[in-house]
């Protein structure tokens, strides 16, 4: 396994995919990008996931973003092939049915940051940095960075990260909104598997259908958003699921949902 671009694990309804490049601080290569892709796609239909928890091996980095030594050998017509190609994989990220969370013990730079940008959740250890420093080098964030930064923490400082490419520290990163939590090494791990299996024993037709409404909701107008809730609300009306959690509250024990 040592030698493979992603690791992938499974743990009740927790589904782990981790990026396996700690030499290059788990630098997005073409390679890594399509297993990664690959998996995604594995991961839609997969009944028995529920949550995917994306990492990154080796401590350093979550993600420094893309493979610059890679790149370097790339003609126009490649680095506009593999650009897209990221891009590709961060939209169905953003978009999977499932709910998926970065753990990031490492620093998260550049498309790193994008990819964390494109889950439901981010968890950070204490003391590392993040960061869309693009700018730096000639260019901009390529996968998502310009609008899904705004997007989480608003325009005017998103603009200020993007057009400085100074990273933060996830200390900062809390106060902007940018992660959800921060937890010292030593916690990190435990309290994002806990907070997965919170999520995983809820409805996962529910979780999906809200997932959707709140996406789909925040690129239109309240009054359209109202009404793609109404119609994610219907989705969740005939499961056998909702069912269920009216039991489970009448009995005054926990539920057992089945994502039917």
Do not use: W
């Amino acid at each position: 396994m040592a030698d493979r671009d992603l690791l992938v694990s499974q743990d009740g309804f927790v589904r782990e995919i981790t990026l396996n490049r700690p030499d290059r601080m788990n630098a997005l290569g073409r390679d890594l990008v399509r297993a990664l892709r690959e998996e995604l796609e594995a991961a839609r239909f997969d009944k028995q996931t529920r949550i995917l928890v994306l990492r990154g091996s080796g401590g350093r980095a979550f993600c420094a973003g893309a493979d610059l030594k890679e790149r370097a050998e790339m003609n126009e017509d490649e680095v506009n092939v593999f650009v897209t190609e990221l891009r590709t994989t961060f939209h169905l990220l953003f978009n999977h049915p499932k709910i998926t969370i970065a753990c990031m013990a490492g620093s998260a730079l550049g498309g790193g940051l994008e990819l964390a940008l494109a889950c439901d959740l981010r968890y950070a250890k204490s003391g590392i940095k993040l960061g869309l420093t693009e700018t730096r080098l000639a260019i901009i964030p390529g996968a998502g960075g310009t609008q899904l930064l705004p997007r989480v923490i608003g325009p005017a400082k998103a603009k200020e990260l993007i057009f400085k490419a100074q990273p933060v520290s996830a200390e900062e990163a809390v106060t902007l909104g940018l992660v959800n939590d921060v937890f010292t090494a030593e916690e990190l791990d435990d309290r994002v598997k806990a907070i997965a299996d919170v999520i995983a024993a809820n409805g996962p037709i529910a979780l999906e259908q809200a997932k959707r409404a709140i996406n789909q909701g925040l690129q239109t107008s309240l009054d359209q958003g109202l009404q793609i809730e109404q119609l994610c609300y219907a989705g969740v009306i005939p499961t056998e699921d909702r069912l269920e959690g009216l039991r489970a509250f009448k009995e005054k024990r926990k539920p057992s949902y089945r994502g039917r």
